[in-house]
Structures are given as C-alpha cells and as structure tokens.
C-alpha cells in the first residue's frame, strides 16, 4: 500500500512540475513575443554567465589542465576558421578534410590490391604444397 501511495505521490509531484514548467514556458513566450530581440539578449546574457560560471569551476576544479585543453580548443578554432576563410577565398580548390578523404581512400585501394595480391600468391603457394605432399597413385 505504500509503495502505491510513494508512486501516487511521486507522480502528483510531477504532474505539478510539469504544470509550472508549462507555466514558466507560456510566461518566456509572451515576454519573447512582446520583446523578441531584448529577450534573446536577456537568454544570451543568462548562457554567458553560466558558462563563465562553468569556466571558472572547471579552472579551479582541473586547473592546469583545463586551461591546457582551453587553449588547444582556440588553437582548433583558430585553424577551422582559417581554413574556412581560405575555402571561401579559392572556392575551386578542394577543401583539406577532402584533400585528406582522397588520400585516404587512395591508400586503401592500394592497401586492397596488395591484400588481393598477397592472398593469391598464398593460396597458389597452398596449392602447390598440397599438390606436390598429394598421395601419387
């Protein structure tokens, strides 16, 4: 009987979340509808700081080594939207992740063949041994 009771209870108690969650949605909406561009600014300021927030628990938290992965992650963007740039600067010249993709599926057709060729000359060499090891009659 309890354990139906906690279920009746726990479902009651979502059934209300949900209800201000709705609530607290329909009130966002108005507001956005009023005042679109002040109420993304007001959600662009609310992520800033939160990620802010998040930034200095990860600093202090990890340290070093967050400031580390910190900087490897703007060395990273740094370089996509170099080569983003120079995409749209030569749009004729083929963007390096497809330079690579060439490459790399150039090196397996050859890594392939060799495969193909390496397997042949095993089963030829098989066949030779079973045939020269066959019973003569």
């Known amino acids: 009987m309890s354990n139906t009771q906690n279920f009746s209870e726990t479902l009651a108690a979502l059934k209300q979340s ?3 969650w709705g609530r607290h949605l ?11 561009q ?33 900087e490897k992650a703007a060395e990273a963007k740094s ?7 120079a995409q749209r600067a ?8 497809e330079r690579k993709q060439a490459q ?10 060799t495969v193909s060729r ?3 000359e095993v089963l030829t060499q098989v ?6 090891n066959a019973p003569k009659s």
């Open 18 to 20: 949900l209800v201000d």
């Open 26 to 36: 329909r009130l966002k909406w108005l507001a956005f509808s009023r005042d679109p």
């Open 38 to 70: 002040s109420e993304a600014n007001q959600s662009y300021q609310e992520l800033k700081q939160g990620l802010e927030t998040l930034d200095q628990q990860m600093a202090q938290r990890y340290g070093d080594r967050y400031l580390t992965v910190r």
């Open 79 to 85: 370089w996509y939207n170099q080569q983003i740039d």
């Open 90 to 97: 030569n749009p004729d010249h083929p963007v390096l992740a």
């Open 104 to 113: 790399v599926e150039h090196r397996v057709n050859e890594l392939g063949q």
């Open 118 to 120: 390496m397997e042949k």
């Open 127 to 132: 066949k030779n041994r079973l045939r020269s």
